[in-house]
């Protein structure tokens, strides 16, 4: 079952319940001024007009009874959704500050605030306007998060590979495993897609660890299927040499 979304309008309804105010006194002061002339020595006459204008008198009483404790929860959900979209533009400057100062963990974790936030200010109280802007202006400051920071891990990621292909020149396979993981770990930040250059060279060390020796090629090593053809080509090698 889907869950029905409710949207709060308590803005709009202070202004609805002071316009309903004008109405009430308005009211009032005729029910008044009715009862006033029916009570008279001849109120028995126009007993029913009595008793109707009476009885209008009350109904309009609790409404107005019934019109304060509104006004009240309105006040309060308007007071709420404002102090949460003030929170919110507090943590969405926090996080420019941070993004200015290149902390990025926490350029994202007030950019998060801020959304939680503003999303709490509409749950008290709905504005079109509100969401539009704080939509846009959160993914774009997301979006530049992303940017700026992925241009610190092509860098990053550059300078491993670089140091993971000199240690494969010096035949330090291992380091330069260790080094293409931690360009991998580095590349994952920013991006959804493997780094292709990353795959290929660690396809490469895998291969060099296996024919070094001492290693197994694992189901989940880069080259698995490859390597497993590449050996059993050579077997097949071998029985028919052995044969001749």
Do not use: H
């Amino acid at each position: 079952d889907s869950l029905a979304i409710v949207k709060r309008y308590p803005k709009e309804g202070l202004a609805a319940l002071s316009a309903l105010d004008a109405y009430i006194d308005s009211a009032e002061k005729a029910l008044l001024q009715a009862l006033t002339r029916l009570d008279t020595p001849y109120t028995t006459q126009y007993k029913t007009a009595y008793t109707s204008v009476q009885k209008s008198a009350e109904l309009l009483a609790d409404l107005k009874t019934s019109a304060v404790s509104m006004r009240d929860s309105a006040r309060t959900m308007a007071a709420l959704a404002e102090n949460a979209k003030n929170d919110a533009a507090e943590k969405f400057a926090a996080a420019q500050r941070a993004l200015s100062q290149k902390n990025f963990k926490k350029a994202r974790e007030n950019l998060s605030r801020a959304a939680t936030k503003y999303l709490e200010a509409l749950s008290y109280n709905e504005d079109d306007a509100l969401r539009s802007s704080s939509d846009r202006a959160l993914r774009e400051l997301g979006e530049e998060i992303n940017r700026q920071e992925n241009v610190l891990v092509v860098k990053d990621v550059r300078e491993l590979k670089n140091q993971a292909r000199a240690q494969f020149d010096r035949d330090n396979f291992e380091g330069a495993e260790r080094l293409l993981r931690r360009a991998a770990e580095r590349w994952a930040v920013t991006n959804v897609e493997e780094d292709l250059e990353i795959v290929n060279m660690m396809a490469l060390v895998e291969t060099a660890l296996s024919m070094k020796g001492g290693r197994a090629v694992l189901p989940g090593d880069q080259l698995y299927t490859e390597v497993s053809q590449i050996l059993s080509i050579a077997n097949q090698y071998y029985d028919q040499g052995v044969r001749l």
